[in-house]
Each structure stands twice: as C-alpha cells, then as structure tokens.
C-alpha cells in the first residue's frame, strides 16, 4: 500500500516511481503495529486490501502514522471512511493533540484540516556527505564544558519525554534494537543533547537548547562514517538552528513535506524525529 500509494504521487508529481514495489516492510511499521494495533485499519472490498491507515498514541498525543489509499481506489470515500476510525481511536485513547507528516497532496491536506489540523512547518530531507559532515562537527565544536560520549538510555527518555511532551521509552528501546546507537553531549555533567543513528539515518534527536541539539547530530552523523559515506536526516522547520547549520555545511536540501497539528506542543525547536512513521 505504501510502496504503490507513494510511486503514484511521485509519478504525479513528475519525477517517475522511485521505490521497486517489492520493497521491505519498514521495521518502524512494524514497531508501530506492535505498539498500536488497535490503531489500524484496512479498506477491503471483495477479499482485496484497497487502502490503509494506522495511528498512534503517545501520551495526549495522537499521531497518523501511515495513510494509503491505491491509486485506482482513490475518490471513493475509502481515505475518509479510514481516516474517521482512526480518529475515534484517537478519542478512544483519551488523546488531546492531533498530527501528522503530510506530503503535499492538496487533497490529502484538505482532508487533515477538515480533521482540525493545521499547517505548522515543513519537514525537508537532508543528505549530507563525508565532506558535509566533516564540515558540520567543525561548526557544531564542543566547549570545555561539553563532552561527547555513549547516550544512557534512561536519560534520553527523560530529555525525550520533556521536548516531545510525552513517554517515548517504548520507541527508543526499538530504535536501540534496530541498529541505533546513541551519541549524548554531556555539559557539566548533565545530558544535554542525543542523537541516534541507525544505519545512513539520523534521528531522533532532542537537546535542551539549539547549540546542544546541532552537536549531538553532528556527533551522530560523524560516527561510523569512516570517511565515506551519506548521511541523512528529517529536519522541521521547526529546528532553524539546525536546519541552517546543515545546510551551511553542505547537506543538500530535498523536497519538503509538511508537519500539521491541532495544536504545537512540546519544544519542537529541540525535537528532531526519526522519521515519518514513528515521528
């Protein structure tokens, strides 16, 4: 449903399929499939799966994961049928907060507005290579105050559950069992910023301020590179420091997609998310 429902828009949108459609199921779908089950659903008509959507609850806040609908499916009433019952269980749950990572389908975006979310900022892809990173922890620097070592895992929950605005311990434990490794900046010997990286991938993040949260990222994508390699991270408007500070360094900018809420909480200037499906 993924796969097919993103190569339709991207071929929509000029740029051709870009995913073969035998792709992996994401380990984050699967963790949130685990965490949420009763936050799932399945358009089926006559035995065919025809459109899908999953929500998450985290805390007061409730978060669509995932919302597909196949391209000859679509403008029948499926995305809404699917997107009210994931609604109710967001009432269901008790949750206060509305949001999702949107693409840019003004259709798809009518639909989360008519649901009481609002456009807040946009979301860009970043890749950054060898020299890009190197670049990025010569301006990120540590003072004499700061130090980079391994994340306790307790503590990014904690920094985690004070940006985000709610308990995430449950994400953070899968992203540490799906090959993440977290990198902490200590300041004065308290946690200050973490960054995990799985893989190419950065993310997530938090940090107390800006400065803390640019040198915990810069920390992460520097490990492992090796001198080679990309990196890529998930950046909101949101994070101005950050977002400039990479892009300074010389990771590439890619399209944006769009983050949108009932209504901003936690300190997003200080949240980078792991990506589209966990957030």
Not at 55 to 77: C, E, I, K, N, T
Not at 109 to 120: E, F, K, L, S, T
Not at 218 to 226: C, D, E, F, L
Not at 240 to 260: H, K, N, Q, Y
């Amino acid at each position: 449903m993924h796969v097919a429902s993103s190569n339709d828009l991207s071929v929509r949108r000029g740029r051709g399929a870009s995913r073969p459609a035998d792709a992996p199921v994401a380990s984050d779908a699967r963790a949130a499939h685990a965490s949420d089950p009763d936050g799932y659903f399945c358009a089926v008509e006559e035995g065919r799966i025809c459109g899908m959507v999953s929500a998450l609850v985290r805390g007061r806040v409730w978060y669509l994961s995932m919302f597909f609908v196949l391209p000859g499916d679509q403008g029948r009433g499926l995305g809404r049928a699917l997107l009210e019952r994931a609604l109710a269980y967001a009432e269901a749950r008790g949750a206060e907060i509305r949001c999702t990572w949107a693409t840019l389908d003004p259709r798809a975006q009518a639909r989360y507005v008519m649901a009481g979310m609002a456009p807040r900022w946009p979301i860009y892809r970043l890749d950054g290579d060898a020299a890009a990173v190197a670049r990025l922890k010569a301006r990120a620097g540590l003072g004499p105050r700061e130090r980079e070592q391994p994340c306790d895992p307790g503590a990014a929950e904690k920094l985690t559950a004070e940006v985000f605005g709610g308990s995430r311990a449950d994400d953070l434990a899968h992203w540490r069992g799906d090959g993440g490794a977290a990198v902490a900046i200590e300041r004065d010997g308290e946690l200050a910023a973490f960054a995990y990286r799985r893989g190419e991938r950065i993310g997530p993040a938090a940090g107390r301020d800006e400065t803390a949260l640019v040198q915990a990222v810069a920390a992460a994508a520097a490990a492992g590179t090796g001198g080679g390699g990309n990196v890529t991270a998930r950046v909101p408007g949101a994070c101005s420091s950050l977002l400039e500070a990479l892009v300074r360094s010389g990771f590439r900018l890619g399209d944006p997609t769009l983050f949108m809420a009932s209504r901003l909480f936690g300190r997003p200037e200080l949240y980078l998310p792991s990506g589209p499906i966990l957030y």
